[in-house]
């Protein structure tokens, strides 16, 4: 009998480290499913991204669209007149409540109609703002909530858990596809070529420095 090719079902989000996850799942699993949610962001070049990623590596790519965050939620990634902070000892004003339990909880779903139990996010503990949605212990416990609610034994993959920005940048050239880091959006403001001066440009541009890799990325 032919085994069952694996799959999977990866959080695409055209950001730097969901498209390095992209490039990780690519070696490891015969058959990938990417989801992109779009939940009111307010660059679009983010989805355009997302597309742009899926269709150079011909991975079939599933958008689904909530007003969910937008009605409930208040941050800087949803609303222009709410400024980019990130206080000492308090969640950054781009923190979105809720957004990978959600994310992950739809992934899930999508799994499970594809008859999968792979989901990857590119989440990540180590240089981050301090989400705690990106945290590990948050999602072993949401991985061991869906399986319960679905009754599947569902895995979540986080391959950048554990790993420094520098060093997912060096992960990416291992897996040889740094040139598509090219295409990822990270930019706070949305802007093509990218600010370089907000703290997500900041941070991506510190990575690359550490690694001691050029980023292919136009910055102002
Ligand atoms: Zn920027």
């Known amino acids: 009998m032919k085994n069952k ?77 709410i400024a980019i902070k990130i206080p000492k000892n308090k969640l950054p004003s781009t923190f979105v409540p809720g957004r990978n339990l959600i994310f992950l909880s739809i992934a899930a779903i999508y799994a499970k109609q594809l008859d999968t139990t792979n989901i990857i996010t590119g989440v990540c503990q180590t240089d981050y703002s301090g989400y705690p949605d ?36 060096k992960l990416m050239q291992q897996l040889g596809k740094i040139g598509l880091l090219k295409h990822t959006h990270t930019c706070y403001k949305g802007k093509r070529p990218a600010c370089g001066k907000c703290p997500a440009c900041l941070l991506r541009l510190k990575g690359f420095k550490e690694a001691g890799i050029k980023d292919s990325l136009p910055y102002k």
């Not at 959080?11 to 699993?29: N, P, R, V």
């Not at 319960?148 to 554990?162: G, Q, R, S, Y």
């Open 5 to 81: 090719p694996s799959s999977a079902v990866i959080l695409l989000s055209g950001g730097q480290d969901s498209t390095t996850c992209l490039a990780w799942a690519m070696q490891k699993f015969d058959e990938i499913f990417a989801l992109t949610i779009h939940y009111g962001q307010l660059h679009k070049i983010e989805l355009e991204s997302a597309k742009k990623i899926a269709r150079l590596n011909k991975i079939p790519l599933k958008i689904y669209k909530t007003d969910l965050f937008k009605e409930f939620t208040k941050n800087a990634l949803l609303n222009k007149e």
């Open 134 to 169: 990106c945290r590990d212990n948050f999602i072993k416990s949401l991985e061991k909530t869906l399986s319960l609610a679905m009754e599947t034994k569902f895995k979540i993959h986080t391959p950048l858990m554990w790993l420094t920005k520098a060093e997912t940048v």
